[in-house]
C-alpha cells in the first residue's frame, strides 16, 4: 500500500503563501493520481487540486491563479504551493493518492490518504 504524509502546514497572514508537501512511499508514485483535499471544521471534504500520471492539472475554481500543484517523481512527493491565501482557505489539507493516474475530483475515488495538515490564515 501507499503511504502518503503531509508537511508544511501552518499559520499565516491573509495575502501569504505556504507550500504543502506529500511524500508518498512506494515504487508506483509515477503511475498515480495524486490530490489535495481540504476541509473545515463544520463542512464536508471539497477537492483543491490534482495532479495526473502525465502532469496534466486541475483546481477548484476558488483556488485557480493562487494554488499550484506538481510532483517530483524523482522524490516521489508532491506539493501544493499556496499563494494570496484568504481565511476561507483555513482547513485540514489532506493528501490523496489514486492508482488510475488520471485526474478525479471525489474523494471517493482516492484510495490513499495522509493524516492531514492544518492550514489557518488570519485576517
Known amino acids: 500500500q501507499v503511504q502518503l504524509v503531509e508537511s508544511g502546514g501552518g499559520l499565516v497572514q491573509a495575502g501569504g503563501s505556504l507550500r504543502l508537501s506529500c511524500a508518498a512511499s512506494?515504487?508506483?508514485?509515477?503511475?498515480?493520481?495524486m490530490g489535495w483535499f481540504r476541509q473545515a471544521p463544520g463542512k464536508e471534504r471539497e477537492f483543491v487540486a490534482a495532479i495526473g500520471r502525465i502532469r496534466n492539472t486541475y483546481y477548484v475554481d476558488s483556488v485557480k491563479g493562487r494554488f499550484t500543484i506538481s510532483r517530483d517523481n524523482a522524490k516521489n512527493t508532491v506539493y501544493l504551493q499556496m499563494n494570496s491565501l484568504k481565511p476561507e482557505d483555513t482547513a485540514v489539507y489532506y493528501c490523496?493518492?489514486?492508482?488510475?493516474?488520471?485526474?478525479?475530483?471525489?474523494?471517493?475515488?482516492?484510495?490513499?490518504w495522509g493524516q492531514g495538515t492544518q492550514v489557518t490564515v488570519s485576517s
Open positions: 490523496a493518492a489514486d492508482s488510475t493516474g488520471l485526474i478525479r475530483t471525489d474523494s471517493r475515488r482516492y484510495e490513499y
Open positions: 512506494g515504487r508506483t508514485f509515477t503511475s498515480y493520481t
